[in-house]
């Protein structure tokens, strides 16, 4: 039935520490017989001949068939894998920006070498986006899939909004309570959910795009005038990822702050929580939530994964083998709010249909269509300090 | 890779035709050779060649591999399923009925003959449950799963919170939109939910109990006095079936509708659309939402079953392969709110902690623990028109 796994294990930090906890609590049939960290001089919970800081140790070890890969750095651990994956062991990796960045290499390196690459622990935590995409969808027709992927952006956000904190207070403390990476640039700056992105749209719409091709904007720019427009109008801002079908051969992918109004699901997924919803021709609007980071609920996410490798699953990335293939573009208006200090900006930036302007003391703002290759190409521009960009509905 | 379906489908009611629409527009490998119906008479949108009223034109031709079966009637689509999985074909089936009252022989069969029955269309229509259950939480310790199984009462009981509507009112409404089964009761008395519920038991905790053995109370006793004092605390009442670990080796399910406040995610599912709500060690709360009714979101459903079947996909049932078996168990205390007409019946109900007790000149109430047997043992007394019971936070 089940096939017994022999692990090494790189990183043990609180992800690694919370999988091993529930291992420990299960009778599985899986054994870790290696861990190889950076720093030997810490003391570990653990009997010291568990560790190393060489991985060869680990790669190297032909009884070991599993390699769980839970660093932060993306260069090192995108080196590990191609050399575990290239080597026969399959792997379990959480690291989003690595496997946004190489996906598609890492892809070629699975089908030449008959091993299996798992990541359901680098796409929101606990919840089970990638597996459902993958097997349950695989027939669907998507229109689009969405969602709030950044879980400390979003506590940050709820501060705000529910308790009337200002930005940087909010942030402060979400970097107290660990629900920040360790540049809040690559939270709130939209970094971190684009990378989470362009995993899902590789799974949802068969794509490989770099995710340096896709447009992200933060909410590092926002202030209390934005804040201010929102809850006037019973509104919202949120960090939203958005992977659309824009015709039958075009697919958006985008991350922006958002206005969301009390109609959205989305509206009411609040501090470190994270929500993916999925709009499907058929099943309809879908909706999956969960804690969306955390050693424990990260920690879940790869045990489902190692224990998925037991039985020899694969992600099979069947969209990609779709015979109508399916295109990025870059060439959608989107909806927006810009708060602006200098009016000259505007004309820099081409809007279209204007359909609202703002002259205040305090500050400016424009509502109109900006097509989103035109965002993109301003971006400098747009996401200098005193302008702030959202989408609006 | 994937295997050629040939497929027999029982039924062509909302969901079969549903089906059909979504099949129509893709390109998958897999073909409809006959259709089973009932009623020979009625005119069909598909050529008549396709049709027939005798189950073994499909049952008996060896070409047919797949067999779907969408057919009401719990006892015909029992013996349709036994004869096919008995001789080799497959079968895709949304009957819940059947399902939750037959499964362990169910299950056993498919061990014996090597067949695969999958039924996610059964369980909250497009919400992937079973799929999770069985793949993703496989390795997880869960402390419950709840939610909201049954559209057409949660329709009902959203007009009746939101709109202001009577109960008979919102009853009728429903009615005519078709959410509601052929038969109310099944759904408004929380029998539909219990068999959803009695299945899910069985991929969440390897449990097999009959559906006659679990309480289900539905909302077809809420009067305006209820509706009144939920709305007094900001509540919402809900219908709530629960599964859920009391002790490392006891489970306990039943359905009752279940006073709601606006901190929990269930709050916010409104209308026709269904929730689950999984609360496990490691993952935490994890929600899917989705479309729980419907031809194309059922459809959607038993499409994935099918093109799952493409890869001999089954369901392995490991939950009841562990070795540390859980029992089911009606021995637990259940907080609830009981409105009463006759002050009499409280002598032959045997609660404890009584911790409210409330007469007015409409209606009385009183609030405390009653065990679980005792309901089920005083059912009748519990049950009957002027009373209402109800759990309660």
Known sequence: MSKKLTIGMFGFGVVGQGLYDIIKTKKLNLEIKKFVIKNAGKTRSLPAELFSTNPNDILNDPEINTVVELIDDADAAFEITKKALTSGKNVVSANKKMIATHLQELTALQQQHGTSLLYEGAVCGSIPIIRNLEEYYDNELLHSVSGIFNGSSNYILSKIFNENQSYDTALKKAQELGFAETDPTLDVGGYD?????????????????????????????????????????????KLIPLAKEVSNSEVVLYVLPKFISKDSILFNVENE??????????????????????????????????????????????????AQELRYTTNVDIKVYFRYTDENILENIAFKNISERFYGEDYKYVIGHLNLQEIIDKRELINQPGYFLAEIA
Chains 1, 2 share one sequence.
């Open 193 to 237: 959910p684009k990378f989470k992105l362009t995993i899902v749209a590789s799974h949802a719409y068969g794509l490989f795009v770099n995710p340096d091709q896709i447009l992200n904007l933060g909410i590092d720019r926002l202030d209390n005038t934005d804040i201010r427009y929102a809850k006037e109008k019973n509104l919202k801002i």
């Open 273 to 322: 929580n994270n929500g993916v919803l999925v709009k499907a021709a058929f099943a309809d609007e879908q909706f999956f939530y969960g804690k969306g980071a955390g050693g424990h609920p990260t920690g879940s996410a790869v045990l489902s994964d190692i224990t998925a490798l037991r039985y020899d699953y694969r992600y099979e990335y069947k969209k990609h083998l779709d």
